[in-house]
């Protein structure tokens, strides 16, 4: 039965507000999954949150509530979303450009997406340089931004009427940028926005304007946000979680799969070859070498500290691991990856693996973005502040502590979620020993 230690957690009452930065294909996506569930057009597959159970207590007691029953998220109905975009499009012409979801299914939902129209974005050409669009904020100084984008929050907030706000990146990929001095505090970061500073990226000023207003962030993207000294000293002071990053919806999803269970065998591996041919908008950004090295990276770390070749050295120290990204526009949304997967058994005798994912990008990240947005919210009610590493499910590069390295195993990411929900309502948690059965 539960234990008394139940986290207090403020009830979701009123309307939940979603800030998104970038409405392409995934946001789109997401916004008219929303407004078709509220119409009974669809199911919310692929999301935890609506369709995940919980198991409770012993095998025996058969406890197994809905996870939306078991803890106060927010209702699907009560989210509200604005959006920032480069483009002047409303939502429902950038979901009939985004071309992932059926015409049919778009003229049903025309009228509440024709009524979201993008607020004016902070763009940088030289941290995106594949595109480029007319509905920008320009001729200020980054910290000008910075409040423009808190004014936005806070007209949002007042013409909806929101009770909570989150924020969630789900924009294109930056260039890839290590944290610099100006990232060390706070104090040298707003220094930073009122000089101009170079290393300071867009993904940065939103979160920035983000935890100033109260609002909690989630990186969807692999590039530098709030992985850095001083948005971590801003989360913490302003009692906010954030997450991130870079969703995990297709090939590393794969290979945080496959991976454990090689693993867990003990099966050797010499080589891994992944490359994916796309050809939405974020095919044509990641085509640009910056961009894709901050994917690269996210998509190449899980395979290392999944299978820790310090601790296995005859099985995996020298595996050759190799990551690629093809745009190629005739596809679409409709994303293909490919692995070659070279691994060895018993005497080292060679064996192969061949995975032919034909996945929709889109289609995969649209029910991640609703776990992480009600789970946020969660947290923030529940006062849960900085890294939400409980929600390292749903990244390719989850965000950790400094002094832990991050855990990849998707399979011990839910262990670690579920067991994070049951101890927010008082309940034991599972570590699936099942001794006491056989006393």
Not at 78 to 90: T, Y
Not at 311 to 321: G, Q, S
Not at 347 to 358: A, E, S
Not at 382 to 403: D, N, T
Request: glycine share 8%.
């Amino acid at each position: 039965m539960p234990n008394k230690d139940k986290v207090k957690i403020a009830p979701a009452e009123g309307k939940l507000g979603v800030l998104i930065p970038g409405m392409g294909a995934v946001t789109t996506t997401f916004i008219a999954g929303l407004e078709a569930f509220k119409r009974g057009l669809g199911k919310p597959i692929g999301s935890l949150t609506q369709l995940g159970t919980i198991r409770l207590g012993k095998r025996t007691e058969g406890r197994s509530p809905a996870i939306k029953d078991f803890v106060p998220l927010a209702r699907m109905e009560d989210i509200v979303v604005g959006c920032w975009d480069i483009f002047e499009d409303n939502a429902y012409q950038a979901a009939v450009k985004a071309g992932v979801l059926e015409p049919a299914l778009l003229e049903q939902l025309k009228e509440p997406l024709s009524a979201i129209q993008p607020m004016k974005a902070v763009f940088d050409q030289k941290f995106v340089k594949r595109i480029n669009g007319p509905n920008v904020k320009t001729g200020g100084t980054k910290m000008e931004y910075a409040l423009a984008v808190m004014e936005d929050i806070r007209q949002f907030q007042e013409r909806t009427g929101v009770s909570r706000t989150v924020m969630i990146w789900c924009g294109s990929t930056e260039v890839y940028h290590e944290a610099a001095p100006v990232h060390d505090t706070v104090a040298s970061f707003e220094e930073g926005l009122r000089n101009d500073d170079p290393e300071i990226s867009p993904s940065q000023i939103y979160a920035y304007a983000a935890l100033k207003s109260g609002v909690s962030y989630a990186n969807g993207a692999p590039h530098l946000t709030t992985d850095m000294p001083a948005l971590m000293e801003l989360a913490r002071t302003m009692n906010l979680p954030v997450c991130g990053k870079d969703y995990k919806s297709g090939q590393t999803f794969m290979k945080t799969l496959i991976a454990p269970g090689l693993k867990s065998r003990l099966l050797g591996l010499s080589g891994w070859f992944s490359t994916n041919i796309l050809g939405n908008r974020d095919g044509e950004v990641l085509d640009e070498p910056g961009s894709f090295r901050s994917k690269e990276v996210s998509k190449s770390s899980a395979l290392e500290y999944i299978l820790q070749g310090d601790l296995y050295p005859d099985l995996y120290k020298h595996f050759y691991h190799k990551v690629r990204i093809e745009y190629y526009p005739p596809r679409g949304d409709a994303k293909e990856g490919w692995d070659n997967i070279d691994i060895f058994g018993w005497l080292g005798y060679p064996m192969q693996i061949k995975i032919n994912f034909l996945c929709r990008d889109s289609i995969l990240a649209a029910p991640l973005v609703l776990d992480l947005v009600l789970f946020m919210d969660l947290a923030q009610r529940a006062g849960m502040r900085g890294i939400q590493e409980w929600l390292s499910f749903y990244f390719k590069a989850p965000m950790h502590a400094p002094e832990l390295y991050p855990e990849h195993d998707i399979f011990i990411q839910l262990m670690k979620l579920k067991n994070t929900l049951r101890h927010m309502q008082g309940e034991d948690l599972i570590t699936h020993l099942g001794l006491e059965y056989y006393d």
